[in-house]
């Protein structure tokens, strides 16, 4: 369990922190991520997930620490750590007075894709998406399940070894959502892409990663296999849930923890009877 991983880091943490005044939101974090892996950073609200994120795609300044990614520096070596990674924001990033083909034009000539590739790159991507019949419809008519596979194809334009998305599930119906892992998940086996992500749903987070790591005010609490973590609290019927229960309420009073374990209980009671 904890940091041990198979294969080389693509990326690497270093104490990494980042204070907003006299708050620490991400707290000396320490964490190594495989070249080819699907890995979780979840957490509660304000756990620090985005800000850690903010940081690893050079958009926000650590305190302190550093990290590495594709063995560049987040801090001494931020533009070539820009050319290895793609991010999909928590919020929105498309442009919705465009196209999808305007969009990811624009993140072509963006990522200064050659004028002779820029087209096949595009069509590619939008196939790949599975949006090349929506390609000249605005974005103002896609449904939240085709927006968010729109900005991963604009992520995806240089293709970059790591791919960050912030929450790339958030508010999307059963359906598209599992659309969007298929995609992501397509992504990691055709070209080889390291995806860091975050979610709030744990099922999902089961399912599809190979490893995940709890983060609970701004510090790491634990990070293996789904199913490691799961064992971890010996009990056979653990779900990550219980998990993200155990770790978030580690660090919380007396109090609140035992509130938390009395509405589990009541739900897993009722789950029962049905
Ligand atoms: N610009 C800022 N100024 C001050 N505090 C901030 C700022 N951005 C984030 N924070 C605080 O830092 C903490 C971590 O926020 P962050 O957005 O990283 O959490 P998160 O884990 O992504 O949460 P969520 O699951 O809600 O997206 C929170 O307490 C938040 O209020
Ligand atoms: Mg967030």
């Not at 939101?25 to 957490?43: C, K, P, R, W």
């Not at 599809?208 to 009990?235: I, M, W, Y």
Request: hydrophobic share 40%.
């Amino acid at each position: 369990m904890q940091n041990a991983i198979v294969g080389k880091p693509i990326l690497e943490t270093h104490d990494l922190t980042r204070k907003y005044g006299e708050f620490v939101a991400v707290d000396h974090l320490n964490i190594a991520v495989a070249a080819g892996e699907i890995f979780a950073l979840l957490g509660p609200n304000g756990a620090g997930k985005t800000t850690a994120i903010k940081m690893l795609t050079t958009l926000l300044p650590a305190t302190s620490g550093d990290a590495t990614i594709a063995g560049f520096s987040i801090t001494h070596d931020p533009s070539n750590v820009r050319a290895s990674i793609g991010y999909v924001p928590q919020l929105i990033s498309v442009d919705g007075t465009l196209t999808g083909y305007e969009n990811l034009l624009l993140f072509a000539k963006l990522y200064g894709l050659p004028r002779v590739e820029r087209k096949t790159r595009i069509a590619e991507s939008l196939e790949f998406m599975g949006l090349t019949e929506a390609a000249h419809k605005s974005v103002h008519d896609y449904s939240g399940g085709m927006i968010r596979r729109l900005e991963i194809a604009q992520s995806m334009m240089h293709r970059p070894a790591l791919l960050f998305l912030d929450e790339p599930t958030v508010g999307l119906d059963p359906i598209a959502r599992n659309l969007v892992w298929e995609h992501i998940v397509e992504l990691q086996k055709t070209f080889g892409t390291t995806i860091l992500l975050t979610t709030h749903l744990m099922e999902e987070a089961d399912e599809l990663c190979d490893r995940v790591a709890f983060l609970s005010r701004g510090k790491l609490s634990v990070v293996g296999t789904p199913q490691e973590l799961k064992n971890s609290l010996g009990d056979p019927n653990a779900t990550l849930e219980d998990v993200f229960i155990h770790y978030a309420t580690e660090s919380l009073d007396a109090d609140t923890r035992s509130t938390y374990r009395t509405i589990k209980q009541t739900r897993n009671m009722a789950a029962r009877i049905g």
